[in-house]
């Protein structure tokens, strides 16, 4: 098992940043890919960024050049460092982490892109 916390959203103006993190605990060997979604109000989850073994990172479109995934320490396992923020980037953001073929969710985090 493996259980996962968010952290770090919040309300921020168009054009600002927020940092989210991604605690893990339990059971963390093997876990072999990494990523975050968002869910923004009447839309599907969406694929943002992942971080698979090694460093092979993978962005959906809307989000090069302005997110970045990263690893953590051992307690911290996933960064995503969002820039340029737009009111489109509004949504639930929720971590992933796959290990041994089984897909452990996190609680999310709300982000608000608004003036």
């Known amino acids: 098992q493996v259980q996962l916390v968010e952290s770090g959203g919040g309300l921020v103006q168009p054009g600002g940043s927020l940092r989210l993190s991604c605690t893990a605990s339990g059971s963390l060997f093997r876990i072999n890919f990494m990523a975050w979604y968002r869910q923004a109000p009447g839309k599907e989850r969406e694929l943002v960024a992942a971080?698979?073994?090694?460093?092979?990172?993978n962005y959906a479109d809307s989000v090069k050049g302005r997110f970045t995934i990263s690893r953590g320490d051992a307690k911290i396992m996933l960064y995503l460092q969002m820039n340029s923020l737009k009111p489109e980037d509004t949504a639930v953001y929720y971590c992933?982490?796959?290990?041994?073929?089984?897909?452990?969710w996190g609680q999310g985090t709300q982000v608000t892109v608004s003036s």
């Open positions: 992933l982490a796959r290990r041994l073929g089984d897909d452990y």
């Open positions: 971080i698979i073994s090694g460093d092979n990172t």
